[in-house]
């Protein structure tokens, strides 16, 4: 197992050969609850939650939670009780953070895509920012304010042309995405938002990326930020009160340690310094990566072409990470004593998909039908992805608090399935 991610995922013991999380069995999870299973360490969240706050505590930052990477309302409350804000992205996010309990005035709203009757929910809500992507965005959004007969806070998503090194699919922040504005644009939204009698700008926000393991990147994009904040404000009289830098703190990887966010903090600090401006800070993965692992149990080993399948009961429709974005999770027997010779195996799930796998080409100690095995680092991006292809049931999720394991989500029942169709 890479070096990184073990030092990363610390809760994670072998006692006796057999793998534990903490205190807590995993096999005995696992037996009691079936798999796949998704397992939650809320102690852990709570950690890296501090980890994040002591990085950038000389500027007291609003960490704003990104609800897509784990949205499980246990999660959500864990987070909200620990004073956290939202980052959302729709208005089943909405619905979500406000059942849990998040203060309307800690949620910002990003996206490239808000409908009338989402911005109309986040109005009277009373959020604290609408993150405007768009001249088109801005214009409906003014719009549906004026109708509910308020005043809507924007900070306008730039675009900083900062190309990360990440997966294509997880880089936002260079020209060609589709996300935010390009810095001269969002100076003249900000002008057209000064004119307007029912928008009013809070901040200016940027996120270039998810899993960026250098400070680099970020810290030309502050600069990018810095300089729209200081256009708007002299162009429009405007007052920029934040700037939001984002999510996409990149964790270890099995060649790579994680971001290096203390330096990170100290040099956001410095820049920040003296210019009356706040931070809001946008984790997802950061928070929930780690602290989350899939259990899943083989059912068949088979060969073929040359290949060893691992056939197990998760795949794509649980993790569809590896598929997706070439998402790389290290697997763990749970049962050391159980381990064959090491074998170069591709891990599959079930679904009718060649593209169906949890890992390719990975020297694996050979399981036998029936082991156990822990996908590691899923607690971001796992069960948020999942999906009832192939009408598969998803998969229970349990939280555990120290000495306690929460179910938090039962696993779906067939009647699930057919639930809110009409004939
Ligand atoms: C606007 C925004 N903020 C924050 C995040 C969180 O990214 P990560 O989970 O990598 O921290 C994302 C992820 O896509 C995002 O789109």
């Known amino acids: 197992m890479g070096a990184g991610v073990l030092r990363a995922v610390r809760p994670l013991v072998r006692k006796g050969g057999v793998l534990q999380w903490g205190r807590h069995s995993i096999e005995a999870l696992a037996e009691e609850h079936g798999t796949p299973l998704y397992i939650y360490d809320g102690d852990r969240v709570l950690e890296r939650l501090r980890t994040v706050r002591d990085a950038f505590a000389e500027v007291d930052p609003l960490v704003a939670y990104s609800v897509k990477a784990n949205a499980n309302l246990a999660l959500l409350r864990l987070l909200a009780g620990a004073g956290c804000g939202a980052d959302i992205v729709s208005g089943g996010e909405l619905y979500r953070v406000r059942k849990a309990g998040f203060p309307a005035g800690r949620v910002v709203f990003a996206g490239v895509g808000k409908s009338a009757a989402e911005m109309r929910e986040g109005i009277r809500a009373g959020i604290r920012a609408f993150h405007v992507e768009s001249a088109g965005e801005l214009e409906a959004l003014g719009g549906v304010a004026g109708e509910a007969g308020r005043s809507a806070p924007v900070a306008v998503r730039v675009n900083p042309d900062v190309e990360a090194a990440t997966h294509e699919f997880t880089r936002t ?9 390009a810095p001269e644009e969002a100076v003249a939204l900000y002008r057209r938002i000064a004119a307007h009698p029912h928008l009013h700008a809070v901040g200016v926000d940027v996120h270039i990326g998810s899993q960026v393991r250098s400070s680099e990147p970020f810290l030309r994009a502050l600069e990018v930020v810095l300089d729209v904040a200081g256009a708007a404000e002299r162009e429009s009289g405007t007052r920029i009160g934040y700037i939001d830098l984002g999510g996409g703190f990149g964790i270890a990887g099995p060649a790579a340690e994680e971001l290096d966010l203390a330096a990170l ?19 997802g993965r950061f928070l929930v990566g780690d602290a989350g692992a899939l259990a899943t149990r083989v059912l068949y080993v088979k060969r ?5 399948f691992v056939v197990a009961d998760a795949g794509m429709t649980e993790l569809i990470r590896p598929s997706h974005y070439g998402g790389r999770h290290e697997i763990v027997p749970v049962r050391e004593a159980g381990r064959g010779r ?22 694996l100690s050979l399981p036998a039908p029936g082991a156990l095995l822990c996908v590691l680092q899923a607690g971001a991006y796992g069960f948020a992805m999942a999906s009832n292809y192939n009408s598969r049931l998803r ?11 929460e179910l938090v989500r039962r696993r779906e029942k067939y009647a699930d399935l057919t639930r809110n169709e009409c004939t």
């Open 173 to 181: 922040g260079h020209a060609a995405a589709k996300f935010g504005v």
């Open 304 to 308: 073929s072409g040359g290949i060893t």
């Open 265 to 283: 903090g100290r040099a956001v600090a410095r820049r920040l310094r003296g210019r009356g401006l706040s931070l809001v800070v946008e984790p």
């Open 395 to 405: 998969p229970a999720e349990v939280l555990l608090r120290g000495d306690r394991a």
């Open 342 to 363: 090491v074998e170069r195996v591709d891990v599959v799930g079930p679904v009718c998909e060649q593209g169906d796998f949890l890992a390719r080409d990975r020297d």
